[in-house]
């Protein structure tokens, strides 16, 4: 094969540079494009660095895999180059991990997680006899590599460059200092989390004018967790005991604070502790606070007002009071939103002394009373009056409201009253709302929504045909059949169905 002998040839010239090497050169002729294997060599023109092509292998088209291979043998007798590869005689002992453990111990230096463990463990009443931040190091890094547990660490060890580091090879692997050194961690999270924070704003300067805030829960097995409750479970494992997870994090997503929570602690209910560490141990002194809808209640809401933190809250369609305004009043126009391919998105504002006018309007209407319009008028002006320093008292509104109507009754009057007093201190707010469409999900949330209420639909139509005997009679007890049918996620499609008894049978409609 002609190509085998041009290569001898270059195998020649080889012997005598020691700057060459192979490339591929690309031409184009007749609207054709051609690529040629060349060995080139460095050369210097002028003071300058260039390549020169000494030598044209030909097309690379030519070249088959056996050939190369055949060829590379070739040349490594020719010059006597069997030291740099391998032979039958060698024998690998052990492969350990390298890569991934550089990357994340030259992140944990970075960091200065060491010195700041070691600093910290240092200010304690009693010395510690273990390397903390070594055992907590290896932890780490094993978790962000291959998760296993404590005992799994000691194990895995052996099978990375930890091995042979000249900190760790002498190390104890004994799982009791891995979970003592949890032990002492926790004693100092606090602290470590604060001056980890401060060494993420010195090397990334951390965006925290929007800070995040999310919990779930982590099931687990075992009775010796203090912390360990049944509560709602993300993991829709009801039948394990858990506890609760929060998580603070930056705009960028860099991890500020955790908490851990017993396993029945509700949303809502930890976000006072939340906002509060971020002012005064963080120092944080304007933010925008983002959560979710759960952690939504007045106490929450009030606490970020009084700190001067501005909030993002998610809410429920039908869970927010004045988001109800905007359902009912149908503002929501579709039709009209921006949308950016995924998502439609509408902004309404609602101030609360419209809100209590529109809903003090609907109570009336509901109740089938005759408003007076002069009265109305005067009830409006005094509602748009009201400041968030007021604090109204039933006697101020008793003589007005009773003129709103003829039939106006205690228990309406006392309806309207309480709706009024439950907005003290908030006469004057305005809510924003960002209204968000996924057509995509509503489009499956349909679908999904048609096909279960068909399923009922079918099961009550077998239910109703076995609630008689030949007879005529009812021989199930009804109330706890549809229970049954009902049951767990399937009561919210409860009230889309109206049953009524007719001749001692039950109907669906």
Known sequence: MYVYYDIMKWCLIASQESNMFPRIVKHQKNGKKYEYLVISRSVRKNGKSTTEDIFNLGNIN???NHDILNLIEGLM???QLNKYCLTEDIEILESLTYG??????????????????????????????????????????????EPLSKLGVTRWFSTTCY?????????????????????????????????????????????VKLTFYDITSSFFYG??????????????????????????????????????????????????EVVENLKRSYRIGETIFVGDRGMITRLNLDTLTDLGYDYIMGVKLRQDSLFQMLLEQDKLDWESANFD???????????VKEFLLWKTSLILTASKLTINEEAWQQFSNKITKLTNEDTPTASDFKNILEALSDSMTTKIRSKVWMLIKHYTGRYELTNRFICCLNPERQASSKAYR???????????????AKLTDSKGKSTLNFDK??????????????????LRKANQLFKKH
């Open 62 to 64: 030519n070249f088959k």
């Open 77 to 79: 007798r020719i010059f």
């Open 100 to 145: 991934p453990i550089m990357v994340w111990q030259k992140l944990w230096q970075k960091m200065n997680l060491s010195r700041l463990i070691g600093q910290l463990m240092k200010q304690r009443r009693t010395a510690v006899s273990i390397e903390v931040e070594k055992y907590v190091q290896l932890m780490v890094v094993n978790r962000c590599t």
């Open 163 to 207: 091995k042979e580091l000249q900190d760790f090879s002498e190390l104890p692997l004994d799982a009791n200092y891995f979970y003592r050194s949890m032990d002492y961690l926790i004693e100092i999270k606090d602290e470590l989390e604060k001056a980890i924070y401060e060494r993420l704003q010195n090397l990334f300067s951390v965006n």
């Open 223 to 272: 009775d010796k967790c203090p912390l360990a409750e049944s509560g709602y479970s993300r993991d829709n494992r009801s039948d394990c005991e858990q506890i609760v997870v929060g998580v603070v994090t930056s705009y960028e997503g860099y991890p500020l604070k955790h908490y851990v929570f017993k396993g029945n602690t509700a949303d809502s209910t930890t976000v006072v």
């Open 341 to 351: 391919g995924k998502i439609k998105l509408l902004e309404h504002t609602v101030s």
């Open 450 to 464: 048609e096909k279960k209420l068909d399923q009922l639909s079918k099961e009550l139509d077998k239910l109703f």
């Open 481 to 498: 059949e549809i229970g049954k049918i009902f049951a767990g996620f399937r009561s919210k499609f409860y009230g889309v169905f109206q």
